[in-house]
């Protein structure tokens, strides 16, 4: 299904108008090449962030990893603790916002420690 300025995925709300309406043309785009939902909308963020504001050099970088029992994000320079769960799941929903408010690269860690991917570049 296309979206449209009026009707896009609910993770695009926060984004600038700007940036949202070209995440709007590249889910767009890339749904039309058979991609899943979730993956275009993914790419779709990232690459408008790209292509609206530049590269992510000079923006804030954040991770989200475990730490003993709970999850949190840091800013990778950091060992300040921005926002904890007890769920990675739970603190993702938080951490994506904080990170798209702040104009912010996201990297997300596994359980074991090891990247699983980077959003927003």
């Avoid at 009707?7 to 070209?22: F, G, H, T, W």
């Avoid at 058979?34 to 991770?63: C, D, M, W």
């Amino acid at each position: 299904m296309p979206w449209s300025k009026n009707d896009y995925p609910a993770s695009m709300k926060n984004l600038d108008p700007d940036v949202r309406e070209k995440a709007i043309e590249i889910a767009n785009a890339l749904l039309r090449e058979n991609y899943e939902e979730g993956r275009a909308i993914s790419i779709a963020t990232a690459q408008a962030h790209e292509y609206v504001e530049g590269k992510s050099e000079g923006r804030p970088h954040y991770e989200v990893k475990p730490r003993q029992d709970e999850w949190i994000l840091k800013k990778t320079d950091s060992d300040h603790v921005i926002l904890k769960d007890s769920t990675k799941t739970d603190l993702l929903e938080k951490a994506k916002k904080y990170v798209n408010e702040h104009d912010g690269v996201l990297s997300i860690f596994l359980a074991d420690g090891s990247h699983e991917k980077t959003l927003y570049e």
